[in-house]
């Protein structure tokens, strides 16, 4: 049986999963946006989010667990104001299977579908270093043009690249992200090409078994 890494807080993650059988998770361009305000209701509260990338059948989050549930709802994007109490690994896991099982629920009433959506267990595995922080980020942001999405994952919209170089207000640690690149040129220049995944194989996981665009299957 396979070991589930708790997800610690003060640690980072790449936290990725997909569709069950190689099913769509989104299916129109609403349900990118409906998955990323769920997000910010169940994760935020206790992770920050320093890249994402949301695909048609999985998607990839780079994230660091808080050490306390975060207490600021205007920032947060959700309605009730909840008490700061210390985390662990059991109340941030629960967290993401709460998001995930919601997006879940939304769509099997939406598309008149049952069963469940994601695999099981989302992957999680623990990135170690600036280094290893700064590739995981441009794998990430690699992904759709990986998969043949789109020739440039530059077009890819669904994806944190352009929010993490622009000025506007966003949730992204994008302060921290521009400084391991070392700055918004150097972010640039380090993303002209993909990063050698037999470097970070270790913090990437198995997605090589996701979905190409050859592959349509819908929920």
């Given at each position: 049986m396979q070991t589930v890494v708790p997800?610690?807080?003060?640690?980072?993650?790449?936290?990725y999963n997909r569709g069950v059988n190689r099913t769509n998770v989104f299916v129109e361009d609403r349900n990118y946006a409906y998955f990323m305000e769920l997000?910010?209701?169940?994760?935020?509260?206790?992770?920050?989010?320093?890249?994402?990338?949301?695909?048609?059948s999985h998607f990839h989050m780079l994230v660091r667990i808080r050490t306390q549930r975060a207490t600021d709802p205007d920032r947060?994007?959700?309605?009730?104001?909840?008490?700061?109490?210390?985390?662990?690994?059991?109340?941030?896991?629960?967290?993401?299977?709460?998001?995930?099982?919601?997006?879940?629920?939304?769509?099997?009433?939406?598309?008149?579908?049952t069963g469940s959506l994601f695999q099981h267990h989302f992957g999680r595995l623990p990135v170690t270093s600036d280094r290893y922080l700064a590739a995981?980020?441009?794998?990430?942001?690699?992904?759709?043009?990986?998969?043949?999405?789109?020739?440039?994952?530059?077009?890819?919209?669904?994806?944190?690249?352009?929010?993490?170089l622009s000025d506007k207000p966003t949730r992204l640690e994008r302060a921290a992200v521009v400084d391991w690149f070392g700055g918004p040129r150097a972010l640039r220049q380090s993303h002209a090409s993909p990063t050698d995944e037999s470097l970070i194989s270790a913090f990437i996981g198995d997605d090589d078994e996701t979905d190409s665009v050859s592959?349509?299957?819908?929920?």
């Open positions: 997800l610690e807080p003060g640690h980072y993650y790449h936290v997000y910010a209701k169940y994760i935020s509260p206790v992770a920050d989010t320093f890249a994402y990338c949301l695909l048609r947060l994007g959700f309605e009730n104001r909840v008490g700061l109490e210390a985390l662990d690994h059991r109340a941030v896991s629960h967290a993401f299977n709460n998001w995930l099982n919601s997006y879940a629920k939304a769509i099997n009433r939406a598309y008149g579908r995981v980020i441009q794998y990430i942001h690699h992904n759709p043009q990986k998969h043949g999405f789109v020739n440039d994952f530059r077009d890819w919209p669904y994806s944190s690249y352009h929010a993490l592959e349509t299957e819908s929920v």
